[in-house]
């Protein structure tokens, strides 16, 4: 069992940037995908961006081009740099590994 802690959020006007970390209890190494899920209220939690421990990364349709996933093996940490953000990518922000998620972080895009 991993224990995972999601930081690096708030709120952040239109076109801005936030940089999401996500530390983990236990060697990352371990998690074959490293993934961030969001989930906006009254929405379904929706799969934003994964990353594979040999560097294969995965994105939405909806982020591409905007957002970028990164781990940092040995500091035990998965990272989401947001750029270009808009209001619709305001959601709490998951960090996963293989089902298990910490308490998030809130993300507001917001003038």
């Known amino acids: 069992q991993v224990q995972l802690v999601e930081s690096g959020g708030g709120l952040v006007q239109p076109g801005g940037s936030l940089r999401l970390s996500c530390a983990a209890s236990a060697p990352i190494s371990n998690y074959y995908v490293m993934a961030w899920y969001r989930q906006a209220p009254g929405k379904e939690r929706e799969l934003v961006a994964g990353?594979?421990?040999?560097?294969?990364?995965r994105y939405a349709d909806s982020v591409k081009g905007r957002f970028t996933i990164s781990r940092d093996n040995a500091k035990n940490i998965v990272y989401l740099q947001m750029n270009s953000l808009k209001p619709e990518d305001t959601a709490v922000y998951y960090c996963?590994?293989?089902?298990?998620r910490g308490q998030g972080t809130q993300v507001t895009v917001s003038s």
């Open positions: 996963d590994a293989a089902g298990q």
């Open positions: 990353s594979t421990v040999d560097g294969i990364t």
